[in-house]
């Protein structure tokens, strides 16, 4: 049964750089058709996609925080990381890794699991 | 890039019938996914693609596409099902893009 769990500090001071890392289980990160990504909840609010990476050639960020944010995949520890540049109080939120299968025959692409979240808060 | 709009809340009386909508662009290219989460929860997957549900989703979950329109409808709703609905597709700005929905915050009377 595969799982994935963030994991990283659950405090950032404005200004600084959030890293998070998403370690999965039950299963190998490298295997085709799979997809890996972040995705944030700000308190009280929506879902927002941040980043999807396939390899360490395949990256794709959302346009509005492009800018910022760094995707990344380590498959010798089955893990994969977002790091997020100056933040501010607006990039508090929960922050999901998922997993998304895709199937471009059937025109497919889903999140099919995810982590349970970690609260990032960004305050001085 | 695109966007997904969904009404912010709707409510159903027990063992009715309900529809919750998800307009937008990106849904003439491709098809939405829609998610359920719970208070305190990560949001689960309940249909994908044309109108697929996984393993474990009750039948009376059920989607369907029309246009610039995705529905996701229950039939039959239970207790248990309130919680917030998120429609998401791909961008048409690119084909691993991403977009979400706003949500609707579904009460069963």
Redesign the interface.
């Known amino acids: 049964h595969l799982q994935l769990q963030e994991s990283g500090p659950g405090l950032v001071k404005p200004s600084e750089t959030l890293s998070l890392t998403c370690t999965v289980s039950g299963g190998s990160i490298r295997t085709s058709s799979y997809?890996w990504?972040w995705?944030r909840q700000p308190p009280g609010k929506?879902?927002?996609?941040i980043a999807?990476i396939?390899d360490s050639a395949?990256t794709?960020y959302?346009?509005?925080l492009k800018r910022r944010v760094t995707i990344s995949v380590d498959t010798s520890k089955n893990q994969f990381s977002l790091k997020l540049s100056s933040v501010t109080a607006a990039d508090t939120a929960l922050y999901?890794c998922a997993r998304?299968d895709v199937?471009i025959v059937?025109?497919?692409?889903?999140?099919?699991y995810?982590?349970?979240?970690t609260l990032v808060t960004v305050s001085s | 890039s695109s966007e997904l709009t969904q009404d912010p809340a709707v409510s159903v009386a027990l063992g009715q019938t309900v529809r919750i909508t998800c307009q937008g662009d990106s849904l003439r290219r491709y098809y939405a996914n829609w998610y359920q989460q719970r208070p305190g929860q990560a949001p689960i997957v309940v249909i994908y693609g044309k109108n697929n549900r996984p393993s474990g989703i009750p039948d009376r979950f059920s989607g369907s596409s029309s246009g610039n329109t995705a529905s996701l409808t229950i039939t039959g709703a239970q207790a248990e099902d309130e919680a917030d609905y998120y429609c998401n597709s791909r961008d048409t700005s690119g084909n691993h893009l991403e977009v979400f929905g706003g949500g609707t915050k579904l009460t069963v009377l």
């Open positions: 997809y990504a995705i929506g879902l927002e996609w999807t396939y395949s794709y959302n346009p509005s999901y998304r199937d059937a025109r497919i692409a889903y999140f099919d995810w982590g349970q979240g």
